[in-house]
């Protein structure tokens, strides 16, 4: 099945945050323009990588796809992590 129609339900928000969920209900994709993704949803691991290497930077966007997290940073890097949290890839 394509990861489109794995989304069956997008919230956009006011402030421009959006949300995709898949078929059971997990969230597969968090975008916010304005504000940062809630940390409640983002794992402890990256959120620790990310307060050491860029502590002013902001997580703007999660994806979880293929058992790897994609993180943007509000400071345009882009960074995947491995199930086990390690860093597989990073872009700037």
Known sequence: SSAASDV???QV???GE???????GEWKEVRCR???VPAQIVPEAIRNYVKT???D??????EYDDNEYEIKLSN?????FDSK???IDIDD
Do not use: C, G, H
């Open 76 to 80: 345009r890097w882009e960074i995947t």
């Open 85 to 87: 949290m390690r860093v």
């Open 57 to 62: 930077a902001r997580i703007l966007q999660i």
């Open 13 to 15: 928000f006011t402030n």
């Open 53 to 55: 290497n860029y502590p």
């Open 8 to 10: 069956y339900k997008r």
């Open 18 to 24: 959006k949300v995709e969920f898949d078929k059971s």
């Open 34 to 36: 304005q504000s940062e």
